[in-house]
């Protein structure tokens, strides 16, 4: 062995484990992505509107108590949450086939299943992304958000082209089962973990008083004395971008370009493709450009991969349009790889144990408080403007928040 490797720790046992709880749920994750939108478009009758509707149900409680939860899961051990949340959401999904069968289901009932289900995985998003320090060491904290990143990859993949066989041969509302499944499993693994010792939770009486002032704490520490403003804003502004994105995808795939469920997963799966290279490569790549080159160079991949999607409308309908959707896809799944796994090691490796639920709800309650407030717009500017107005619009806000970055110091920042 050489010294070079020899030099690199293996990631401990602990999380080793959980990352499998990760892998499986973020595949049956992926496939009910797809089977939800077709849902709502195919089986349902939807359009972009109701699409932006959905994705904003998934995401409001992030806005409405978002930074209340990170304050109580900070004051709680993570990996209980963790394994109550995780069967929640098993529950919850299993409601959509439930209704279907009985004949009930209806685009309001599918929008309450998927709002409970986001507010589960509010509280789950909490726990799990701050008990990841909990298991790895700091300085290794990049490799192990790359890890889950490549499994999040894999699953991306995977799944889609999944999800679109199992629509065509028993329907979107019966693979959404597979998700259900994948987060039992992910509950039973984490609550088997080997290792693990969390600090005991915090048993002084909570008024709503010092709720309030927690809160205030982790919000100040995002936007104050923490050094990562600048990367919030910008993330804030890439979400912009993404909600649009997420919104017209799918209506686009359908109603312009003409493609079926197999053929959407499929481009999905190359978008999987991408994320996956882009997980392998990020911790070369942050090593020769550093932590804030790679981000950059990851939202200006992301702008690119916009236009080439736009392209697609040039193309003809069916596989051919599939496939310049397929290239851009591509070139955006690469992005989103590349960048994550530096974007949650920076904030963690600067952020106090304390203060980690905090830290990630309050980046994240806001994150989708954007796509809360974008998408409907979105589906509503989609069906009246028209598919290429709204991806020129996303290539041109992945640009700016990739500029906001480049022309500051964060350029030049390194999570070490």
Known sequence: MSPERAAVPALPRAFRCFWWGEAVSGFGNAVTGLALQTLVVVTLGGTAVQVGWLNAARWLPYLVVGLVVGALVDRVRRRPVMVATDLLRALLLALVPFAWALGVLSLPLLLGVVLAFGAASLVNDAASQSFVPRLVPRPSLQRAHARLDGAAAVAQTAGPAVAGLLVRLVGAPLAVLVDAASYAFSAAVVASLPDVV??????????????????????????????????????????????????????????????????????????????????????????????????????????????????????????????????????????????????????????????????????????RAVVVVVSPLAGLGADRFGYGWALGAVAAVFTLSGMLLLLSPFRRARAG
């Open 198 to 367: 969390e600090p005991s939770r915090v048993r002084d009486r909570l008024t709503a008083r010092d709720l309030a002032g927690q809160v205030v704490e982790g919000v100040r520490w995002v936007y104050g004395r923490s050094g990562l403003a600048r990367l919030a804003v910008a993330t804030h502004v890439w979400f912009v971008a993404q909600a649009v994105l997420l919104v017209v995808a799918a209506p686009y795939a359908f109603l312009r370009l003409h493609l079926s469920a197999l053929q959407l997963g499929l481009v999905y799966a190359v978008a999987g493709v991408g994320a996956l290279v882009g997980a392998v490569v990020s911790t070369a790549v942050g090593r020769r450009v550093g932590t804030g080159g790679a981000i950059v160079t990851a939202h200006l991949t992301s702008a690119v991969g916009a236009l080439v999607m736009l392209a697609a409308l040039a193309a003809s309908v069916g596989w051919p349009g599939a496939a310049v959707l397929a290239a851009g896809q591509l070139l955006h799944g690469w992005a989103m790889g590349l960048s994550n796994s530096h974007e949650m090691s920076y904030r963690q490796a600067l952020t106090p144990d304390a203060l980690q639920a905090r830290t990630n709800t309050t980046m994240r309650s806001l994150n």
